[in-house]
């Protein structure tokens, strides 16, 4: 770039057409009234220090003296700037004047500081013969200038601006101008730019919160005087316009500018000033339009109530809401905006049922809502806001029948949402809430094809909602909602990276997501929407180092995610979601300890969350909303408590969870999720029968579980989630048989449980559970034929097994169970070799197997399951060694183990099923010395 003038008089020069005078104008005085951020004043710019202002600008025809002698004082004008701004347009194109003015420019050698902004037309539209008129550079900013001056026929490529409406528009076209003339980013300029402009909404918010209250008091002053000074009249009516327009002002405008920052607060309080104008106009001055508006001012006051977790609070001002709206309906029922105000307020009632679980109620308000949105829609069906509206209502059904288990409804529901909403985008394709809408219903898709796990189709739709998520926050940076929208796809990619394995990019995704909310929280701490989104990222971050086999670290962060919750919970008791929230966290914190092998730990958190869940359905006004998440806490105190050998609160519990999604399921008799986690409920009583030698009930339990899972397979044959509860209740079916030692019996169920998890692998290879779901079944059939003898028939399955398990664990990032579970085929294998009398064959695997098991012991000493592994590995060993030339081998394999057991039973980690082993290694130990004894 050429250097400028030295100490020049102006800092830019604008060139333009007499016909575009109106845009010389508002350039000219946007630039001069513009301070340039404090931050960046001072700082090195292009031509130095970076000036508080950029003064003065010089306009054509506006600054020059009167004179015959015009063209001199252009030149010395142009001579006298930094830069030259050309606004671009087909006036500009055809006029001498600029065209001359840019090539004067270009002569002095400055080409490199000649900004343009398209107003109007096209650029470079000459290169189409048939749009040739619709150019907007003019010819001598689209070629360059020879050393006399001359135009050559060398393209150029100019520095533009485009303020048009579908382009930059004028505001980002104003910044990327000053941009330039300052030299630095447009990217940080546009930032510094929307914090100032957000200081000064949040100012102007307060102020006019403020002014609204007293002009509220005057004016409710001057209408009640009205009776008693008839003279005072023009006042009254004076007064009452000022109020109603800041009312107005504030119902509207204000909201829709607050709502995207975020602040709560100030929402809150211009919210309340408004409705209580409206509460506390005299009855004579009420009117369809007045009802209207604080219809709409109690809709607000709802909105931030519920964002601030106030559910009851928010109910409160939406049902008062709904009751004005329906009124107006009802008298006017050829009102199409009566009608769509309806089903706005209709579908936030709807909403906060279908939060507490009360899903009939939401189901019927959802589908009222439908039918009259369709009918705005069939009476106008070019309306993008009916077909907006009615996408929303489809989302809604579509996302309940996910959760319900009618999969197919889901999918009708969502994908003609999404034929609606991909049609605005079409009509609107820069348009902000155009863009939202194609996002929500690409999630809404995609939780439904992660429910039904199918991974690959739920990872595609996430694939196409990111980008689009991640464009609109670039696009808005001003606009917080989005950030949060963007946040939230995030979770759900993360999570989709999780359940096929892929743990370091759910780490990636939910870092960046932690990020993003943790922005938001600083942007406005009173926002408890987002304050539990962050504990609930950070909350999702510990699973990932749980399933990574970080059981420590992820123990630690949930003992914080637990006290982030706990303080939520503090301050707003009224907020339903964050006690649930804390009851996850608690239950995350079980499975850590469970994980860790410290299962009373693990019973005191399945508890906590148990107690915690118990209370919301004492709280929540008869809602079902977490009556299964309750059966769900009662099956895990329940397994608990079996593991550790306390059979009556297992017992007791375990029947609570089956009665609880009895009751459900007779409320809702054709609910697949109900009936689904019945099958669950069952399931686990039937373990702790089997557990406590009861078979005979077990196996009739296990026999209830699957017809329930046989009922929903029959109704949905290709659903892999019913194929794979099938699978798994087929499966204990046949381990009760084993259990009691009837092998013959088990071999047909543990068959057919290996038929229905190879059919879900087929329908999709990659997905890892389903894959180990196989190789469990494999060792269950290695064991029956092994008890039956057939040694070389059991090693194939445990081979199969085993190559299974290494794959998955050298594939995946939560390899350590699977590691865990390779080991356990390599003792299998031992053990079939060491039953036919083939000791070195045997040695060599429980070798393999004592590798791995040593490795993850090392890897994580306070993990007492894979302590007890490693002592349990020794011990085979040990076993394997005692023979007479091995006996010193023996003597060390089995006091490593008795050191690891004495330091587990020390810390109370080591589960009562092997403390009976430290007695017996002992005596072993002791028989080995005194046999080796000289």
Known sequence: MQAAPTDPKYFAFISYSHNDRKWGDWLHKALEIYRVPKPLIGRDGRDGPIPARVFPIFRDREELPTSSALGRNIGEALAQSRYLIVICSPNAAQSQWVGEEVRLFKAMGREDRILCLIVDGEPNATEKPDSALAECFPEAVRYRVDTDGNLTSERTEPIAADARPHADGKDDAKLKLLAGLLGVGFDDLKRRELRRQQRRLVIAASAMTVIAGVMTVLALSAWFGWQRAQQQEALALNARDQAETIATTMLFDFRDKLEPLGRLDLMKDNAVVVRDYYLNLPAEHSSATTERRRGVALMNVGDVLRLQGADKEARVAFNESERIFTKLRETDPDNVEAQRAWTVIAMRIADQHAALGQIKQARRLYEAITVVTQDLLNKDQHSLRYRRDLSVVLVKLGNM????????????????????????????????????????????????????????????????????????????????????????????????????????????????????????????????????????????????????????????????????????????????????????????????????????????????????????????????????????????VGDTATWLGQYDEARNALENAVSIMEGMLSKDPQNKAHQRNLSIAVGRLAYLERTTANYEHAGKLYQRAIELDEALLDAAPEDPEAIRDLAISTYQLGANFRAQGDSQAALAPFESSLALRRRLVALAPSTTSWRGDVAESLLGLGDIHSNAGAYPLAREYYSEALELNLQLAAAVNDGPSYERQAAFSHNRIGQSYSLEGNTAAAIEHYEQAFTIVKGLAERDPDNSVWQSDYALSLRVLAQGAALPDERDKAIDYNSRALEILRRLHSTNALQDAFVPWIAEIEADINKLKLTNAP
């Open 401 to 636: 029948f996910t959760d319900s288990g009618a999969h197919e409804l889901s999918e009708q529901h969502l994908k003609r949402a999404l034929e609606l909403v991909r049609a605005n985008a079409l009509v609107l394709p820069d348009d902000k809430q155009a863009g939202v809408d194609v996002g929500v219903v690409l999630d809404g898709l995609a939780n439904l094809y992660q429910t039904r796990n199918d991974k690959s189709s739920a990872l595609e739709m996430m694939q196409e909602t990111i980008p689009i998520d991640r464009k609109l926050v670039r696009d808005h940076p001003e606009d917080f909602l989005l950030r949060q929208r963007l946040a939230k796809s995030l979770a759900r990619l993360g999570k989709l990276h999780r359940d096929v394995g892929d743990l370091d990019s759910a780490r990636d995704v939910q870092t960046e997501r932690w990020q993003i909310l943790n922005e938001l929280v600083v942007h406005d701490p009173t926002n408890n929407r987002w304050a539990r989104s962050r504990a609930n990222c950070f909350s999702d971050l510990a699973r990932i180092k749980y399933l990574n086999g970080e059981l420590s670290a992820a123990r630690s962060d949930y003992v914080e995610a637990i006290g982030m919750f706990q303080t939520l919970v503090e301050l707003r008791p009224d907020d339903l979601e964050s006690h649930f929230d804390l009851a996850i966290a608690h239950e995350m914190l079980g499975d850590s300890d469970a994980g860790l092998g410290s299962f009373a730990e693990a019973l005191s958190s399945y508890r906590n969350a148990l107690e915690i869940v118990s209370w919301l359905v004492a709280n929540s006004d008869g809602a079902s909303r977490w009556d299964s998440a309750n059966a769900a806490y009662f099956g895990k």
